[in-house]
T-cell receptor
Framework: DQQVKQNSPSLSVQEGRISILNCDYT??????FLWYKKYPAEGPTFLISISSIKDKNEDGRFTVFLNKSAKHLSLHIVPSQPGDSAVYFC????????????FGKGITLSVRP | NAGVTQTPKFRVLKTGQSMTLLCAQD?????MYWYRQDPGMGLRLIHYSVGEGTTAKGEVPDGYNVSRLKKQNFLLGLESAAPSQTSVYFC??????????FGDGTRLSIL
């Protein structure tokens, strides 16, 4: 049973446009959500996070939105740049679960010059 | 500033062989984790540790053992490697409240 779902395996966007990456979850006990970015042959690197008590968090070109009632979060990248091309993983932390993270399958973002 | 270091980076094993993957972190983190990444599967937690001398099972622990004898090191062992364990293995560490930091992975192929 997949608790964190990234239903679109890939996304292609023109440079300068907005990239919207979506993530859905099923576990109501998740209290903290993160996005990681991964380049080939490297480990995932933390990008941005949001607590369940907030509905938006912004860091430069990256904004994460959380809709708790819909159990949905999204990552917006504006403007998209070719260097943003990577795999993006959505992850969620369960309250009191020893900080274990549950990851989605990832989405491959390609930003076309 | 090394962060999380994994050794080796690549390894090819034959079915039935054993090996140990080493993870070392220099950030004094209490928590350490081992994940595997397979195509189309995302990252799945194998085992984790909440402190020196502790270990616990994650989502996919079968066929693996771990040890955390020193706070900075977390070892992942395969006692009898199987082709199904061909994967990319990632180690991560964290404080428990801040995001986890990942190593660059070990690519393991089992023939």
């Amino acid at each position: 049973d997949q608790q964190v779902k990234q239903n679109s395996p890939s996304l292609s966007v023109q440079e300068g446009r907005i990239s919207i990456l979506n993530c859905d979850y099923t576990n109501s006990m998740f209290d903290y959500f993160l996005w990681y970015k991964k380049y080939p042959a490297e480990g995932p690197t933390f990008l941005i996070s949001i607590s369940s008590i907030k509905d938006k968090n912004e860091d430069g070109r990256f904004t994460v939105f959380l809709n708790k009632s819909a159990k949905h979060l999204s990552l917006h990248i504006v403007p998209s740049q070719p260097g943003d091309s990577a795999v993006y993983f959505c992850a969620a932390r369960d309250t009191g679960a020893n900080s274990k993270l549950t990851f989605g399958k990832g989405i491959t973002l390609s930003v076309r010059p | 500033n090394a962060g999380v270091t994994q050794t080796p980076k690549f390894r090819v094993l034959k079915t039935g062989q054993s090996m140990t993957l080493l993870c070392a972190q220099d950030m004094n983190h209490e928590y350490m984790y081992w994940y595997r990444q397979d195509p189309g599967m995302g990252l799945r937690l194998i085992h984790y540790s909440v402190g020196e001398g502790t270990t616990a099972k994650g989502e996919v622990p079968d066929g693996y053992n771990v040890s955390r004898l020193k706070k900075q090191n977390f070892l992942l062992g395969l006692e009898s490697a199987a082709p199904s364990q061909t994967s990319v293995y990632f180690c991560a560490s964290g404080t428990g409240t801040q995001p986890q930091h990942f190593g660059d992975g070990t690519r393991l192929s089992i023939l």
